[in-house]
């Protein structure tokens, strides 16, 4: 599998405030990103991803961003609310395979502090 | 019906005993998986299945013996486990058309090793 290291891995922010997210990914054939989230008792969920052919994708609060030259991509959360505290894990991949083999980067635990 | 549900939620088991997790989707999707997530790491890829063979093998011990008897049901069954193979067993799911897109989770097993 790819080398995936994402930072920070611990995040606090004051509700309101915004939280970035980067992942850094080793594999240049990548071209499936996306970020999911995982409450505490809970198996992740997808939250966002974006493919390689577009640069940003934005949904409601939550935004993702693509650097492909220098393999990273990010999540943007802005107006965090009490419910945005989870892990956050990226899950960069190839379509080489034909299925999602999904390798985990190393994880942020965000919290957002009323 | 978006669910991947496994049973049981919860199992302790000894060293000696056999067990089983079983992992259920309705979707229609033809990649299943099983990851284990120890606590505070992200979840890693044991095993996947692609119309119902199996496709990756993460170099995991035999004492963890996969079985997908239908493109619905994915089993994992447990012998002679160590203490240091507790961890919270997770499933997941995907199209598996040859384009990678959102993986489903279930919500996972709590397995504890005695």
């Known amino acids: 599998g790819e080398n995936v290291e994402q930072h920070p891995s611990t995040l606090s922010v004051q509700e309101g405030d915004s939280a970035v997210i980067k992942c850094t990914y080793s594999d240049s054939a990548s071209n499936y990103f996306p970020w999911y989230k995982q409450e505490l008792g809970k198996g992740p969920q997808l939250i966002i991803d974006?493919?390689?052919?577009?640069g940003e994708k934005k949904d409601q609060r939550i935004a993702v961003t693509l650097n492909k030259t220098a393999k990273h991509f990010s999540l943007h959360i802005t107006e965090t609310q009490p419910e945005d505290s989870a892990v956050y894990f990226c899950a960069p991949s190839s379509d080489q395979t034909g299925a999602n083999n999904l390798f985990f980067g190393t994880g942020t635990r965000l919290t957002v502090i009323p | 019906d978006t669910e991947v549900t496994q049973t049981p939620k919860h199992l302790v088991m000894g060293m000696t005993n056999k067990k089983s997790l079983k992992c259920e989707q309705h979707?229609?999707?033809?990649?299943m998986y099983w990851y284990k997530q120890k606590a505070k790491k992200p979840p890693e890829l044991m095993f996947v299945?692609?119309?119902?063979?199996?496709?990756i093998n993460e170099s995991v011990p035999s004492r963890f013996s996969p079985e997908c008897p239908n493109s619905s049901l994915l089993n994992l069954h447990l012998h002679a486990l160590q203490p240091e193979d507790s961890a919270l067993y997770l499933c997941?799911?995907?199209?598996?058309?040859?384009?990678?897109?959102?993986?489903?989770f279930g919500q996972g097993t709590r397995l504890t090793v005695v």
């Open positions: 299945y692609s119309y119902e063979k199996l496709s």
């Open positions: 979707m229609g999707h033809r990649a």
């Open positions: 997941a799911s995907s199209p598996n058309r040859g384009i990678n897109t959102e993986a489903f």
């Open positions: 974006i493919r390689s052919n577009v």
